[in-house]
């Protein structure tokens, strides 16, 4: 029995067909599976924010409780954290204008509450208090746990960026809407170590 040449073309383009649509099934699918890991890792990283933000009223209450505190600094302080929990980011859209604006709201808070620090060792009394040497650890935790988590999410989004843009899964990219995804960037100057003098 012999095949005619338009049985043969049918066969091999239903065979392409049929290989075109398993290649893009599974890119597609391994598209969404990079994408929720990002959003998860993410949702991680609002989280550990969400955690020293929390720590802010307790710490200003307790510095509060000193008299002569510099009420400047406290403002600043709250005022930064309020700005900082105000910017929300869509998971589905984490590019660089969005995570920038984010991230800057975030080292705002960061700065302000190193500021509070330094003003903090003028008063030896308040250092001496346990619920201010509980709240001040339980914030250097979470200033680590944010550094790890930012990390992590860095890597996530490193691993759905190459994805996106390896050959011929860029292809499928652009068709089915995946798009690079921002990283956090360190804070600027931050490659320069601080001078000390005595």
């Keep these: 029995m012999k095949l005619s040449k338009g049985w043969i073309i049918l066969i091999v383009v239903v065979l392409a067909l049929l290989l075109l649509y398993s290649s893009?099934?599974?890119?597609?699918?391994?598209?969404?599976?990079?994408?929720q890991v990002?959003?998860?890792?993410w949702a991680q990283v609002e989280n550990v924010y969400q955690r020293r933000s929390d720590l802010i009223p307790n710490l200003v209450n307790t510095v509060k409780g000193v008299a002569n505190f510099e009420q400047k600094t406290l403002t600043a302080v709250i005022e930064a954290r309020a700005k900082a929990t105000s910017v929300q980011i869509n998971p589905k859209n984490l590019d660089e204008a969005s995570l920038?604006?984010?991230?800057?709201?975030?080292?705002n808070v960061s700065s302000s509450l190193a500021r509070?620090?330094?003003?903090?060792?003028?008063?030896?009394?308040?250092?001496?208090?346990?619920?201010?040497?509980?709240?001040q650890s339980?914030?250097?935790?979470?200033?680590?746990?944010?550094?790890?988590?930012r990390m992590k999410f860095n890597e996530v989004v490193?691993?759905?960026?190459?994805?996106?843009?390896?050959?011929?899964?860029n292809l499928f990219a652009g068709m089915f809407g995946f798009k690079e995804k921002a990283f956090f960037h360190a804070v600027q100057g931050a490659d320069k170590a601080p001078a000390v003098q005595f």
């Design 24 to 35: 893009g099934k599974s890119t597609y699918n391994n598209f969404v599976t990079k994408d």
């Design 38 to 41: 990002v959003q998860q890792q």
């Design 100 to 107: 920038q604006k984010f991230q800057s709201a975030q080292d």
């Design 116 to 135: 509070l620090m330094v003003v903090v060792e003028n008063y030896p009394q308040l250092k001496a208090t346990q619920n201010f040497t509980e709240l």
């Design 138 to 149: 339980q914030l250097e935790g979470t200033e680590n746990r944010i550094t790890v988590e």
């Design 158 to 169: 490193q691993d759905y960026n190459i994805q996106v843009k390896r050959f011929p899964a």
